[in-house]
């Protein structure tokens, strides 16, 4: 789960939330990352911005995708970004465990046209003579941060290369031999300090399942040198269609990219992990019912059961603008925040399914979607119900607990019956000892 563009704004809200009766960034927390009194979400990416928060420079338009660096021309300045780390903390306390720092842009003073994004599309703004103070500055944060207890396991200098990036939010482009070229400079600086020896790259990131996927995980994975600090692959899960009619014709079949990509994986990297870093709904408009839900839902199914994911991660927890992404609405004036149905549908996940457990296949019929997973002997089975209508289900004797999402319930628990009705347009999980 990314904290970039909003917990540099709710780290401030220390005003107190009446329901709970904490400070409502407490709560926002809580929600996020605590298993028992939240969805018990346990990775956290940090944003180790590109500096374009403090400089103001640049064609970022929304204040909240700016980022702080802490880079002060040859020093480092470890009071910026406060609000942000004091979610990361927070965040910390009440449960998250795998801790990513992520970059989007090198700081400003490292790329060719000092800012944090491009003048011209598709062009790089990171010279190769700057390989290795990007490296040095990402590995002293992480060195820094570690030893305030903060225990980042992954770092990924590299966040969608294939993209322009000439504005909107920090971001830097990168050809494939140039990703290869900086992430051995990275590992050569990483082997450097012994104190780093456990720390791992995370990548290429690349954003959208279908676009040189297979080129970036090459450069990466076939690298001896990078292998030896790289324990999974990492992509992103957009589906960006592009409005063009003969194209859209032959590359609309999403399900057909991942059995390739999957597949592709197997044969030339046998055992290597698939992770999905990120993703969201990418569609106009604030949506806080069934459909968005239901629409993510698919996706993370789809990922698990495809391309056989060992990690799904949403793009972003809270939201503030007029778009349909986030768990979380927020709001500036006056400071409020409102739950979605996307919040409670991916606690049918994260809330239930351990760390560690193994996924089997389930065939719920040909009218509900299911997957499952199981450790220690517990079964964990999240059935997707897309439909209409309610669809009823037989249901082993064993089922001790149901867990339902639907309009008119948000992570309910309800009474397992022998004969189930799945509600029309919801997620369920079930528990069986």
């Known amino acids: 789960m990314s904290g970039a563009w909003w917990a540099q704004v709710i780290g401030g809200w220390d005003e107190i939330d009446e329901e709970s009766g904490l400070p409502k960034r407490e709560r926002i927390s809580q929600l996020l990352f605590d298993k028992e009194k939240g969805i018990g979400v346990r990775c956290y990416r940090y944003n180790l911005g590109g500096g374009s928060a403090q400089s103001g420079k640049g064609n970022i338009g929304e204040i909240s995708r700016r980022a702080f660096s802490f880079d002060t021309d040859g020093g480092y300045d470890w009071s910026r970004d406060e609000n942000a780390l004091w979610m990361l903390r927070q965040a910390i306390k009440d449960g998250a465990e795998e801790i ?8 400003e ?22 390989y290795r103070n990007f490296a040095v500055y990402c590995l002293d944060c992480v060195e820094h941060f570690r030893s305030l207890g903060i225990p980042v396991k992954y770092l990924s200098p590299v966040n969608e290369p294939v993209w322009k990036w000439t504005g909107g939010q920090e971001g830097c482009h990168y050809r494939p031999h140039s990703v290869r070229k900086l992430l051995r400079v990275f590992v050569d600086e990483m082997d450097s300090r012994p104190s780093l020896s456990d720390l791992k790259l995370s990548g290429a990131e690349n954003g959208d399942i279908r676009w040189f996927n297979k080129t970036y995980c090459r450069i990466m994975l076939g690298d001896r040198k990078i292998r030896t600090r790289v324990d999974s692959v990492d992509t992103h899960s957009y589906f960006i269609t592009p409005d063009i009619p003969v194209i859209s ?30 993703w969201t709904h990418m569609q106009g408009g604030r949506d ?36 349909c992404d986030g768990l979380i609405y927020e709001n500036d004036e006056p400071r409020t925040f409102e739950l979605t149905k996307r919040y409670y549908a991916f606690g049918n996940f994260s809330k239930f399914i351990e760390n560690g457990s ?25 059935i997707a119900n897309r439909n209409i209508n309610d669809v009823k289900l037989e249901l082993p004797a064993n089922v001790s607990r149901i867990f339902v999402t639907s309009e008119n319930h948000s992570l309910t628990q309800v009474v397992p019956e022998a004969e189930f009705s799945f509600p029309s347009k919801s997620v369920s999980t079930l528990i069986i000892e």
């Open 100 to 107: 990513i720092f992520f970059v989007n842009s090198p700081p």
């Open 109 to 130: 003073r490292f790329t060719k046209n000092g800012k944090a994004h491009l003048d011209r599309a598709f062009r790089e703004n990171l010279s190769p003579k700057n």
């Open 249 to 278: 014709h032959f590359i609309k079949n999403r399900l057909s990219f991942l059995r390739r990509y999957r597949k592709y994986v197997d044969r030339h990297f046998p055992g290597m992990p698939i992770k999905t870093s990120e």
């Open 288 to 323: 806080y019912g069934m459909d968005s839900a239901l629409e993510q839902t698919k996706i993370i199914m789809e990922d698990l059961t495809y391309l056989d994911v060992t990690s799904w991660q949403l793009w972003i927890a809270v939201s503030n603008v007029d778009y």
């Open 358 to 382: 193994l996924r089997f296949d389930v065939d719920a019929g040909e009218n509900l979607n299911a997957v499952g997973f199981e450790k220690d002997g517990r079964q964990v089975i999240v």
